[in-house]
């Protein structure tokens, strides 16, 4: 900072992360209400959350979306990291525009477009060859085509910093291209794989909109569950549910970027 | 020879993501295509084929264009696509004029303290979007706390009305987006070079003029693409008008979902979704257009 920061900029900037946080802390402070009232406080109470813990439905469904969040954002690292290799690393190839245009797309477009065109694929692709039926399996196929988007924005703007000749210089020491690759770039772009799975771990676990289209009637995930509770009206331990999920994300993303932090560091230092 | 392996060995990497798109992304578009030229039919899946036996055995097909025709005539869709167009320009736009001065004064704080700033803006982002939703709700519902607030302080005599609002749904929109619009500017404003700035103070300009002649023409890639980002999910959007609006504010997105859900017509919703992405395309093309010229630097 070349000069003090005039105190107008400090006030908006803190406005601005007070706009973000007060519903969710509000939220959270709800969750421990003994009333049934959304707005009156009838003293504190951790009632919503053992009431959530005997509720069968939300547990089934926490399960499944778990599940499907581990799947896809596994499945969503491994092609959207080879996209971005491959846009990166290879200039020119058959098919480039292509893949930039189609990974990029998800990005922006809307998540009920992609829904309902998804699910066209599915009931078609059902007809024609059998598989797959809707349920799990087409929940995760459209997660993944979305979280590779992210994965590959995160993992190509670090593939673009990490330094090639050093790769290069591996080879020349007699390594092969996949050897030089693994020791060298893999540690550099390492922070970027962890935290684009933890984000499409994040972004499959949250997702509504294209669940509802392309899920089957036996494979209700959680924001599903959790949407048709809130359509229903006032249901205090939906803000249970929100507390427990938003704080286990925010302390996992919390922990993830400190450690990686240091990792980082204790990588600066060494070099 | 090497060389050659070398460039076979390439494919292993380019065709899994490039097929598993192809197959699970662009090809759905495909089918929309298809099924919004035909007719909704009482069978599973509930619509008619474009291809088809007819009684004499010989193969016809048969497509339309009522599903488009119907489109332009029932108002419903007109209204809708205005509506949405409005309401995500105008929330676009707010966005914009509270996410920029935090981007600004993120990008002239010390680097350690950008690294916080950037933790703390990033966070809400991966904490359900659903459930933000939701927790606005809680505020700002009749019995909500911000009433309550006000009441408790004197300021009005009798509860606002701010659920089921074009303004709820203005809230949403900049609440949910506003990482999206203040990261892409933070990037772009963080990059900036300082000295120009102190060339244009240097030459007797004043602070604001600095900022109107210098600043924001140069962070204008990062105006672009925050807008963009929170531009095109905004026409689309279903959660925020279906918890947060009223009956009167039918977006889109929501007319889409009803439509598919409620009136079990896929082959209109199909057209509705073909349509809906050829307006887009506008928008999408000068998204993609920065998001692909970034990659080729």
């Known amino acids: ?271 | 020879m090497a060389r050659l392996v070398a460039r076979r060995g390439r494919w292993f990497i380019i065709l899994p993501p490039l097929l598993f798109l192809f197959v699970f992304f662009l090809i759905p578009f495909a089918f929309a295509l298809k099924i919004s030229f035909g007719e909704a039919a009482l069978r599973i899946p509930p619509f008619t084929d474009l291809f088809g036996r007819g009684a004499d055995g010989h193969l016809h097909w048969q497509a339309s264009l009522a599903n488009y025709r119907y489109l332009l005539t029932d108002d419903v869709y007109v209204v809708a696509v205005l509506y949405s167009l409005r309401t995500a320009f105008f929330a676009t736009l707010m966005c914009l004029m509270v996410g920029y001065p935090m981007a600004y004064a993120m990008a002239r704080a010390t680097k350690s303290t950008q690294n916080i700033l950037m933790m703390v803006i990033i966070l809400p982002f991966w904490t359900s979007f659903l459930l933000r939703v939701y927790a606005l709700e809680s505020i700002i519902r009749d019995n909500g706390l911000l009433n309550a607030v006000l009441l408790q302080l004197g300021l009005i005599d009798h509860p606002l009305r701010m659920m089921h609002t074009t303004f709820a749904i203005y809230l949403g929109i900049v609440y949910s987006y506003l990482p999206f619009m203040v990261l892409p500017l933070y990037a772009t404003l963080e990059k900036l070079d300082r000295t120009l700035l102190e060339a244009a103070s240097d030459l007797g300009g004043r602070p604001w003029r600095a900022f109107f002649d210098v600043t924001l023409p140069l962070s204008m890639p990062g105006v672009i693409a925050g807008s963009m980002l929170v531009f095109i999910p905004a026409i689309g959007e279903y959660v925020i008008p279906a918890l947060l609006g009223g009956p009167d504010n039918l977006m889109i997105g929501r007319v889409l979902w009803d439509e598919f859900f409620g009136n079990h017509d896929w082959p209109v919703a199909s057209a509705v979704a073909i349509a809906f992405l050829v307006l887009l395309a506008g928008p999408i093309a000068i998204h993609q257009y920065y998001q692909v010229r970034q990659v080729e630097y």
Not at chain 1, 195 to 215: E, K
């Open chain 1, 1 to 271: 900072m070349d000069r003090r920061m005039p105190i107008s900029l400090i006030t908006v900037l803190c406005l601005g992360i007070a706009f973000l946080y007060v519903p969710i802390l509000v939220l959270i402070g709800y969750s421990f209400n003994a009333s049934a009232l959304g707005s009156v406080w009838g003293g504190f109470s951790t009632h919503w959350y053992s009431a959530l813990l005997e509720d069968a439905q939300i547990r089934k469904a926490a399960v499944l979306s778990l599940e499907i969040a581990f799947a896809s954002s596994t499945a969503a690292l491994l092609l959207g990291s080879l996209a971005s290799i491959a846009l990166v690393r290879f200039s020119k190839f058959r098919g480039r525009f292509l893949l930039a245009g189609m990974i990029n797309a998800p990005l922006v477009m809307p998540e009920i477009i992609t829904g309902i065109t998804q699910l066209l694929l599915f009931v078609s692709m059902l007809q024609l060859i059998g598989w797959p039926s809707r349920g799990v399996t087409t929940v995760i196929l459209s997660h993944v085509a979305f979280c590779a988007a992210y994965v590959s924005v995160t993992v190509q703007s670090r593939l673009q910093s990490a330094d090639i000749t050093l790769e290069e210089a591996a080879m020349d020491l007699g390594a092969t291209r996949l050897r030089a690759f693994l020791d060298v770039t893999l540690p550099i772009i390492a922070p970027a794989l962890i935290s684009s799975w933890l984000l499409s771990f994040t972004l499959s676990l949250d997702d509504l909109v294209i669940s509802s289209f392309v899920s089957g009637p036996r494979a209700s995930t959680l924001p599903m569950v959790i949407y048709s509770k809130v359509k229903l009206g006032v249901s205090p331990d939906v803000n249970a549910m929100a507390s427990l999920i938003i704080a286990g994300v925010g302390c996992c993303v919390i922990v993830a970027s400190v450690l990686m932090r240091r990792a980082e560091r204790a990588r600066a230092a060494q070099a």
